[in-house]
């Protein structure tokens, strides 16, 4: 338990955001709330110096430099799924705890990579743009796989992956994963067939992308990995644009190494009007939109909220990205 009421910060881009919710939690967790700019460094610097742990709302980035400057500020909540705004090493070295919110929009994420994949595969942009220029030819449209009977390759086995796959799975799909951080008894138990990488890109007829980004990540899908795939194979990715080597995907769709792409994420966003993927008939693009539902606001919301509280009163909180941190205080270790 903390021994002084622990001062909750949450970063704001533009005031005026109603924090009653918030403000009634902590103050019944025995804490205390004040709201501060994250319009630039310098507010969020005098903001940070202030409080204990920080909601970031404005989603600020929270390099080694920043985080080498937060003396008080204990740890970072991240209000999304995705936490790559925040250098995790340098985080744990200064023994700041990062938490995200890893179950606000689980299903959502998954129905959208579930979605791209079907879209893809029934080819349903290029028949609705055919039909409209007065072209009804269906057989034009082959080859179409059958999705039944043909293997759908996760990358990343994570909560919104086990969930792409389970629904894979209901359409009689084979699964396999790559990640190297799982026990493979825990694929086993959900159908799931755990392998290498490179076995991955050259059985799948589909593969959907959900790795985190980090440093180990970044451009780890790139030239070599699309030469692995089939050139029927259609590739999905709604975690991070920069798991992805833009400029050897568009090779790879160019030079049909590859069938089709789905992206809901970009390694710039928004992307520039002239970028290649925007333009090409086999690629469908969308704006981020994977987690985003009516429920998926009050969902944030309250995960993020739930964060706090539990902070305040000692308690583990859910989505702990770093956990040896947590580890070592509780057991009173130097780092």
């Not at 250098?87 to 998954?110: G, M, S």
């Not at 919301?301 to 941190?325: C, F, H, M, T, W």
Request: net charge neutral.
């Amino acid at each position: 338990m903390h021994t002084r009421p622990v001062v909750v910060g949450i970063s704001l881009r533009e005031p005026g955001a109603d924090l009653s919710e918030e403000r009634a939690a902590v103050e019944a967790a025995g804490g205390r709330l004040v709201a501060f700019s994250g319009a630039d460094e310098q507010s969020l610097l005098a903001g940070l110096r202030e409080v204990d742990i920080v909601l970031n709302r404005a989603f600020n980035r929270y390099d080694a430099r920043i985080l080498g400057q937060m003396e008080r500020c204990r740890a970072i909540v991240q209000p999304s799924t995705g936490y790559d705004l925040i250098d995790v090493d340098a985080a744990t070295e200064r023994r700041i705890l990062v938490i995200n919110l890893p179950f606000q929009c689980v299903d959502e994420v998954a129905n959208h990579a579930l979605a791209l994949i079907l879209a893809l595969n029934r080819k349903l942009d290029v028949a609705q743009a055919r039909v409209r220029a007065g072209d009804w030819n269906p057989r034009a449209l082959l080859p179409i796989g059958p999705i039944t009977g043909e293997t759908l390759g996760l990358l990343g086995f994570g909560n919104i992956a086990r969930a792409t796959g389970e629904r894979a799975r209901a359409l009689k799909m084979n699964v396999l994963a790559y990640d190297p951080y799982v026990d493979p008894s825990i694929a086993r138990s959900l159908g799931v067939e755990l392998v290498a990488l490179d076995e991955l890109l050259r059985r799948s007829d589909y593969i959907s992308c959900h790795l985190p980004l980090n440093p180990r990540t970044h451009h780890l899908i790139s030239e070599a990995q699309f030469r692995q795939m089939k050139p029927s194979a259609i590739f999905v990715n709604t975690a991070r644009g920069g798991v992805v080597d833009e400029a050897a995907l568009v090779r790879a769709l160019q030079n049909g190494w590859i069938a089709a792409a789905g992206l809901d994420v970009l390694e710039k966003e928004p992307p520039d009007p002239t970028n290649p993927l925007l333009h090409m008939e086999n690629v469908i693009v969308t704006p981020h939109l994977a987690g985003t539902s009516n429920a998926t606001p009050l969902r944030n919301r309250r995960q993020a909220i739930a964060a706090l509280v539990a902070y305040i009163k000692g308690e583990r909180p859910d989505g702990l990205v770093n956990p040896s941190v947590w580890e070592r205080a509780r057991a009173g270790l130097s780092p």
